[in-house]
């Protein structure tokens, strides 16, 4: 499976910030991260991209920042994960039958990827669906996800808009869960509440058995 390499180069905005990264703290991460979970998984939880003070900094996906305070507790509650969350990569969490990755492997600025950023990431995202043979659900966080993953599996945004709670037959064998992002913003501002949130990933939960 075709991975970034820790110098990637394609995107030179994001490059230009990781150097910054690295040379403000050289003991976090700063490079591409890596997807959690193995690739025989039935569910892939796709975010955005990693947080500055999370994922760029610890190396695991939506670890060490708010949104995987939700992400997480909620996967172990609905089982898709073992073990206790402690914001930090050797929490000895580990996923069950669960895998997650970003749309966008590089921390953008402002948490914010351009378009052609989006794009050219998402050649990784498709290795990594292909790759993934039992693969049977996909939990979109956030619009700018949903719309990678649509690209991703070849289908037109007009036939799968994004709705928090919304599920969509993509192919005969795969459904795209939408969810708002689990981020702190869209909490305190009431948009998802953890109830929300975990009505999606129990939708999934009784859809995969």
Not at 1 to 28: F, K, Q, Y
Request: aromatic share 8%; net charge positive; proline share 6%.
């Amino acid at each position: 499976m075709n991975t970034p390499s820790r110098n990637c180069a394609l995107c030179p905005r994001l490059v230009a910030l990781r150097e910054e990264c690295r040379a403000a703290e050289p003991d976090w991460f700063n490079a591409p991260v890596p997807s959690f979970g193995t690739l025989d998984a039935k569910l892939l939880v796709v975010g955005l991209a990693p947080g500055r003070n999370g994922a760029n900094r610890t190396g695991r996906p939506f670890t060490g920042d708010y949104a995987g305070v939700l992400l997480y507790n909620t996967l172990v509650a609905k089982g898709f994960a073992r073990g206790t969350y402690g914001e930090r990569p050797d929490d000895g969490l580990t996923l069950v039958d669960c895998r997650i990755t970003n749309a966008v492997r590089c921390l953008p600025p402002d948490n914010k990827p351009l378009p052609l950023e989006i794009r050219t990431c998402r050649q990784y995202l498709i290795d990594e669906i292909n790759a993934m043979t039992k693969l049977k659900a996909i939990m979109a966080l956030g619009r700018v996800a949903h719309e990678s993953v649509v690209a991703t599996l070849g289908g037109k945004q007009r036939h799968f808009p994004f709705a928090h709670g919304a599920a969509h037959h993509v192919t005969d064998h795969l459904t795209l869960f939408d969810s708002y992002h689990c981020s702190r913003y869209n909490t305190n501002t009431g948009r998802l509440t953890t109830e929300m949130f975990e009505s999606v990933v129990q939708t999934i939960r009784e859809r995969l058995g």
